[in-house]
Nanobody, 121 residues
Framework: QVRLVESGGGLVQPGESLRLSCVASGTIFQIYGMAWYRQVPGNQRELVAKISHYDGTDYAHSVKGRFTISRDNAKKMVTLEMNSLKPEDTAVYYC???????????????WGQGTQVTVSS
């Protein structure tokens, strides 16, 4: 069993910063791609940023230059640094990862439970 747990969400004012973290635990042999998605009620979940096992990154156009994704493979952690936050960044943010299980030796995709980010004055 693999579990992803996010932390770091909260309420901030426009222009401020937040740091989201996600830690993976369980029967992990290897973590491949990791990513952050976000979802606003009534909308589809959208990709915010992704990072490969070898630290290749990609960002949604709306966050490029403001958000930075990074990972620490030893800690099984992915982090999203969010700067210059805007009200339109308000959403539930979800961690996502492709994980190779050391029990089944199969790769499956996993989601965290989500953390709320609210940007409002």
């Amino acid at each position: 069993q693999v579990r992803l747990v996010e932390s770091g969400g909260g309420l901030v004012q426009p222009g401020e910063s937040l740091r989201l973290s996600c830690v993976a635990s369980g029967t992990i042999f290897q973590i491949y791609g990791m990513a952050w998605y976000r979802q606003v009620p009534g909308n589809q979940r959208e990709l915010v940023a992704k990072i490969s096992h070898y630290d290749g990154t990609d960002y949604a156009h709306s966050v490029k230059g403001r958000f930075t994704i990074s990972r620490d493979n030893a800690k099984k952690m992915v982090t999203l640094e969010m700067n210059s936050l805007k009200p339109e960044d308000t959403a539930v943010y979800y961690c996502n990862a492709d994980v190779l299980s050391r029990v089944t030796m199969k790769t499956d995709n996993y989601w965290g439970q989500g953390t709320q980010v609210t940007v409002s004055s």
